[in-house]
């Protein structure tokens, strides 16, 4: 066997039970010539070439390959890493590619993230992939069983706000209960605000012939046919019912995920009800207001139960309620966890404070912190790959956690104001047939199902 074919044999093989850190010598044990091959899928779009051009600044990151639906990104890519191979069908990329990289980066939209991922995963890639982590509820499940299937592949979610000192504080502060029992949570977004990731009037214009050099089948993947529509591609398919998730599941991860890294006990939730206008159709409707439900056993909440209040279009909660003076939120995307000691409150951006008897303190001069040292969100997947410990946020079981709650709180817009009891174990509404049989999975196009990974 050759040294390059043991290293990348080693670099499947990976990680601990947590799928943080794999199981090899440090990265700086490494000659430069050894280097973690990365497949690219979703160049450029709205965040793939920035993922792709940090990922590529790690010093043990080689694009190996590139692929993209859009001749225009491919192009571009390519002359930006010449050496890589390219293709337009990311299932042609693991059928005649797979033993040319070790990693994969995918950044497509929402639709196409779990046959992408879960493909990746059963060729015992490691993973990036885009949030939400995935689009239909059924997948989450997919997703937990190819990692217990494949312990040691190192996963991220793109949540690169994570960075930030003031949410990793906010992080240790709600796990030391030093604000006491927590009672409830209210996280909220101001998307979708604007026209260009959305099409934020919903118009539905007339079919037309797809942009030249764009595959449009391939974009489409596992959704049904349907013709091409400006107003979609390339960044407007969050409005879609069918490709995007609309605000909700667009910032979910942004702005719940301090909730679930700080709460372990928030396992899977048990109901949800979103307000909305009207029904979802061809679009997401807007606005939205959604509570989700979770069952608890623990100290280290004051009550049974533990509703977590999500909203879009800057829909914030009454700071008076919450004990808070008249004044203005830092940020249109914040979280704040009410606990029975204090208010914690958050920015995407990171700005933290915490408020205890109208009183308030900067988070981040909170005593017993430890230090936040540098970190790069993309750098930090890279760097469990070969071994070296870095803080990773967010590895897919978390994401799969956050996630649930998000698209909960989108796919519930189907029965506004109907409350709908969530049972994740057998993948149902326990009392609602109907939302069982059309908002929790889809039916695949044939040629783009994810996989079994076993």
Request: glycine share 8%.
């Amino acid at each position: 066997m050759s040294r390059t074919t043991s290293r990348r044999s080693l670099l499947r093989a990976g990680a601990g039970a947590a799928g943080c850190a794999a199981v090899l010598p440090a990265f700086g044990r490494f000659s430069p010539m050894e280097k973690v091959n990365v497949l690219s899928i979703g160049v450029v779009g709205s965040i793939g070439g920035t993922d792709r051009k940090q990922v590529a600044a790690h010093p043990a990151v080689r694009i190996a390959g590139l692929c993209d639906v859009d001749d225009g990104y491919l192009q571009q890519a390519a002359a930006e890493h010449p050496d890589a191979f390219t293709c337009k069908d990311w299932r042609q990329a693991f059928a005649e590619h797979a033993d040319e990289f070790d990693a994969v980066i995918v950044s497509v939209p929402d639709h196409s993230h779990a046959p992408v991922m879960l493909t990746a995963l059963a060729h015992g890639k490691h993973v990036y992939g885009q949030k939400p982590l995935v689009h239909q509820l059924a997948e989450l499940a997919m997703i937990d069983a190819a990692m217990a299937a494949r312990p040691g592949l190192v996963t991220q979610v793109g949540n690169q706000r994570m960075v930030y000192p003031g949410r990793r504080a906010a992080v240790e502060i709600l796990r030391s209960g030093v604000l006491g029992a927590a009672v409830e949570a209210h996280a909220w977004t101001g998307s979708p605000s604007g026209t260009y990731y959305f099409n934020i009037d919903r118009v539905l214009s007339e079919p037309q012939e797809p942009p030249p050099g764009l595959d449009w089948n391939l974009w489409l993947g596992p959704c049904p046919e349907a013709p091409y529509r400006d107003l979609l591609v390339p960044l407007k398919w969050r409005s879609w019912w069918d490709y995007g998730t609309g605000g909700l599941g667009d910032w979910g991860v942004h702005v719940l995920d301090v909730i679930f890294f700080a709460y372990d006990e928030l396992t899977s939730p048990i109901a949800v009800v979103t307000h909305a206008p009207e029904p979802a159709g061809v679009f997401h409707p807007y606005p939205c207001r959604a509570t989700v439900t979770y069952a608890v056993d623990s100290p280290r909440f004051a009550r049974r139960f533990f509703p977590i209040h999500y909203s879009d279009r800057n829909q914030a909660p009454s700071r008076a309620a919450l004990g808070l003076p008249a004044g203005a939120w830092s940020e249109e995307n914040m979280t704040v966890v009410v606990c029975e000691g204090g208010v914690l409150v958050l920015s995407a951006g990171g700005r933290l404070e915490i408020w205890r008897q109208g009183e308030r303190t900067d988070g981040l001069q909170m005593p017993g912190l430890p230090e936040f040292p540098e970190l790069n969100h993309w750098h930090a997947w890279v760097d469990n790959i070969v071994g070296k410990k870095t803080e990773l946020r967010t590895p897919f079981p978390d994401g799969v956690r956050i996630t649930e709650a998000a698209l909960l709180a989108v796919k519930a817009t189907r029965f506004p104001g109907q409350e709908l009891r969530w049972d994740r174990a057998s993948l149902s509404f326990t009392n609602h047939e109907e939302a069982t049989q059309t908002i929790v999975r889809r039916e695949y196009r044939e040629g783009f199902a994810p996989p079994t990974v076993a």
